[in-house]
């Protein structure tokens, strides 16, 4: 069983960071799609980054602008976003999410994720 468990988030003023990380266990060894979203009170989960691990190509959404930043251990099985320059609008719960690996492809954006951690919370203060 694939299970993902977030932590780091926390709260901060405007224009702070934070780093969260989400550590994997589990058996998911081929290549797939995995990244970061979230989603605020009254809103759609949305995408903030994701990538396939096959060629690492990473998509960011149009509001990250930059600030953000994901990377991962292979060796620590963790996956990590850095936010910096946070803002009030970043406020969410942020979710890991991986994909099966049959369900993976180059196009992470639109792949149907079965993993999903629990959630961690961001509040940026203004």
């Known amino acids: 069983q694939v299970q993902l468990v977030e932590s780091g988030g926390g709260s901060v003023q405007a224009g702070g960071s934070l780093r969260l990380s989400c550590v994997v266990s589990?058996?998911?060894?081929?290549?797939?799609?995995t990244g970061w979203f979230r989603q605020a009170p009254g809103k759609e989960r949305e995408v903030v980054t994701v990538?396939?691990?096959?060629?690492?190509?990473?998509y960011y959404a149009d509001f990250v602008a930059g600030r953000f930043t994901i990377s991962r251990d292979d060796v620590k099985k963790t996956l990590y976003l850095q936010m910096n320059s946070l803002k009030p609008e970043d406020s969410a719960t942020y979710y890991c999410?991986?994909?099966?690996?049959?369900?993976?492809?180059?196009?992470?954006?639109?792949?149907?994720?079965?993993?999903w951690g629990q959630g961690t919370q961001v509040t940026v203060s203004s």
């Open positions: 999410a991986a994909a099966k690996p049959l369900d993976s492809g180059p196009h992470c954006r639109d792949v149907e994720y079965s993993y």
């Open positions: 589990g058996p998911i060894y081929s290549n797939h799609c």
């Open positions: 990538f396939y691990t096959g060629n690492s190509r990473i």
